[in-house]
C-alpha cells in the first residue's frame, strides 16, 4: 500500500503523489512515515525532506523551510513556507 | 463656438486616450488571468492551515491558550488594516474598500473604542487620511516590488504581531477586497487578531501525537496563519485589481468610441455648413456682377 504525501507551500502545492515513505525532520528529530502510520502531527525544522519512492529506491531529497507536518487518515501533509528549487 | 480646428484636435486628444484606455484594458486582462491563477494555487495551502487550526484550537484552550488566539482581554483599541491598491485606473475599487473601512471606524468609534489605522497600498492613504489624519499609525509600502508575495505578507504579519505584541492594540480587524469576478469586488472585513476561533470544530475520535506539544505547535502556527490571511489579502487584492481594471478600462474605451462618433457627425456637419457658406458667397457675389 502507497503513502499519500502531498507537499504544499502558500504559493503552490508542490508534489501531490503515492509513495513507499517520506523522512521528514521533525523538530524533534527525523521521523518516517509509512502507509497506515497513526495520526501525528509536528513542527519541522529546516532541512531535507527525503522521499523514497518505492521500497530501496534511492530517496530523492526537497529543502523546506519552516512548517509543520500533519499525518492523517488521507496520508501525509508537509506545509512548508518555502521549497528550494 | 469651437471652430473646426478645435473640434479636430479635440478628435485627436479623444483618440489617443481612447489609445491608452485600450491598452491598459489589455494588460489588465493578461494580468488577471496570472493573478487569478496565483489565487488558485495558494488555496490548497490555506485550507490545510484551516483545518489543522481548527483541530488544534479545539484542543488548547482556557488559560494555557496563546495570547494570538485568546486575545489581550479587552477590546478597546482597534487597528484596522486596510489593502488597497498601488496604482488607479481601476474604478470604484479603492473607494470601495476606503467605504468599508470607513463605515467599520465608525461604527466602533460609535461603540466608544479607539481605532488606529495601519495602511498597506498607496491608495488608500489620501482619502482615509482626510478625516482620520490623526489616526493613521503606519504605512506598510508594496509600489516597490512588481507582485507582493509572501515575502511582503511576512513582514506585514511581523510587524502587526509584534505591535500585538508590545501591547499597541487589541483587536486587528483585516478589511480587503475580495474578487468575485472581473464585475464584482466586495469589499471584506474579517477579524485577524486574536485569530478568531474556529466555529466548527471536527470532531474526529483519532488520538491524535503532537510534537513538541499542542500547544507549542499551536504557538507556531498562529503567526502562521496570520500571515497567510494577509497573503490571501494580497492575492485577491491583485485579482481584484486587474478585474477592476478591466471593467473600468472597457467601459472608458467604449465611452471613448461614443464620444468620437458624436464629435465626427458634430465636425462633418460644421465641415459641411462651412462649405455652403462659401459656395452662397461665391455664387452670390458673381451674380451681382
Do not use: W
Not at chain 1, 530517496?59 to 501525509?76: M, N, Y
Not at chain 2, 465611452?255 to 468620437?260: K, Q, R, T, V, Y
Amino acid at each position: 500500500m502507497p503513502l499519500h504525501f502531498e507537499l504544499v507551500t502558500p504559493a503552490k502545492l508542490v508534489r501531490s503523489e503515492d509513495v513507499h515513505m517520506v523522512v521528514v525532520p521533525g523538530a524533534e528529530g527525523e521521523f518516517g512515515v509509512l502507509e497506515g502510520h497513526a495520526p501525528f502531527m509536528s513542527t519541522i525544522r529546516d532541512g531535507a525532506v527525503q522521499v523514497y519512492k518505492s521500497e530501496g529506491a534511492e530517496p530523492e531529497t526537497i529543502e523546506v523551510r519552516g512548517g509543520f507536518a500533519e499525518v492523517g487518515d488521507s496520508g501525509l501533509t508537509v506545509l512548508a513556507e518555502h521549497v528550494e528549487g | 463656438m469651437a471652430s473646426l480646428k478645435e473640434l479636430k484636435d479635440r478628435i485627436g486628444s479623444v483618440k489617443s486616450t481612447q489609445k491608452i484606455t485600450k491598452a491598459k484594458q489589455m494588460v489588465a486582462a493578461a494580468k488577471l488571468r496570472r493573478a487569478q491563477s496565483a489565487a488558485e494555487a495558494a488555496r490548497p495551502y490555506q485550507e490545510r492551515l484551516a483545518a489543522v487550526m481548527a483541530s488544534l484550537a479545539s484542543k488548547v484552550s482556557g488559560d494555557s491558550a496563546p495570547k494570538l488566539l485568546a486575545g489581550t482581554g479587552s477590546d478597546k483599541r482597534n487597528l484596522l488594516v486596510v489593502v488597497n491598491t498601488d496604482k488607479g485606473l481601476c474604478g470604484g475599487l479603492n473607494s470601495n474598500i476606503v467605504k468599508a473601512a470607513k463605515a467599520k471606524a465608525e461604527e466602533l468609534l460609535a461603540a466608544g473604542k479607539d481605532v488606529e489605522f495601519y495602511l498597506v497600498g498607496k491608495k488608500g492613504r489620501a482619502p482615509i487620511k482626510r478625516e482620520y489624519a490623526d489616526r493613521i499609525g503606519q504605512h506598510f509600502d508594496t509600489s516597490t516590488v512588481k507582485t507582493p508575495g509572501f515575502e511582503e505578507a511576512d513582514a506585514i504579519a511581523a510587524e502587526l504581531i509584534e505591535m500585538y505584541d508590545a501591547g499597541k492594540y487589541d483587536i486587528a480587524h483585516l478589511i480587503y477586497p475580495t474578487f468575485k469576478s472581473a464585475l464584482v469586488q466586495d469589499p471584506t472585513v474579517n477579524q485577524l487578531i486574536p485569530v478568531p476561533s474556529p466555529d466548527v470544530a471536527d470532531d474526529s475520535d483519532a488520538v491524535v501525537e503532537y510534537e513538541p506539544g499542542e500547544e507549542e505547535i499551536l504557538e507556531e502556527l498562529l503567526p502562521r496563519y496570520v500571515k497567510t490571511q494577509l497573503f490571501g489579502a494580497l492575492l485577491e487584492r491583485e485579482a481584484s485589481e486587474q478585474g477592476a481594471s478591466m471593467t473600468a478600462m472597457d467601459n472608458a474605451t467604449r465611452n471613448a468610441g461614443d464620444l468620437i462618433k458624436d464629435l465626427n457627425i458634430e465636425y462633418n456637419r460644421r465641415r459641411q455648413a462651412a462649405i455652403t457658406t462659401e459656395l452662397i458667397e461665391i455664387i452670390a457675389g458673381a451674380e451681382a456682377l
